[in-house]
């Protein structure tokens, strides 16, 4: 089952998608964000701690997906596809890698997630509805998460978005 969860920023997207590991053992909380600074520091150690006690082994991918080897797992939740998108977008000297190919490389990694588990949920941002008034970069990821949510979506068992907490089934 690929489960695609989405939301905007502070929905309750990440609370809803760990609930849905409640009675799950061995799985996996796949991070994808990138300690950057001290707010993403801060994002982290939020996220960690609201998910202590809940049984989830967490293993760090900011990039390279499509090559990465879980263990047997119980499921796996990967948080999330918006900071996977900006780490395989951005180079580390800010420039660009091609927006096509970074979809894809993208979408290969969830394809061979979903070749070593049989539950996968998927958490992504919707930020697409947002002022358009943005540098060309901001443009090409904000067109890369556009790509990258359909694409899963047309993937995905189930899709659900969650507004202001409130799962609401869309797939």
Known sequence: MFHLVTGGSGSG????????FAAKSRSIYLATMKPYGEETLAKIARHQ???????????????GLDKIILPENGGVLLECISNLAANEL????GTLRVRQETAQRII????????????????????????????????????????????????????????????????
């Open 13 to 20: 997207k990440s609370a809803y998608a760990e609930s849905l």
């Open 49 to 63: 701690r609201l998910r202590a006690g809940k049984g989830f082994v967490t293993v760090e991918c900011q990039e």
């Open 90 to 93: 951005y180079r580390e000297d």
């Open 108 to 171: 290969s990694g969830i394809e061979n997630i979903l070749r070593q588990t049989d539950d996968l949920v998927v958490v992504t941002n919707e930020v697409c509805s947002d002022v358009p008034d943005y540098s060309s970069e901001t443009k090409e990821y904000i067109a890369l998460m556009g790509t990258l949510n359909q694409k899963l979506a047309r993937m995905a068992d189930k899709v659900t978005e969650v507004v202001y907490g409130i799962p609401v089934p869309l797939k």
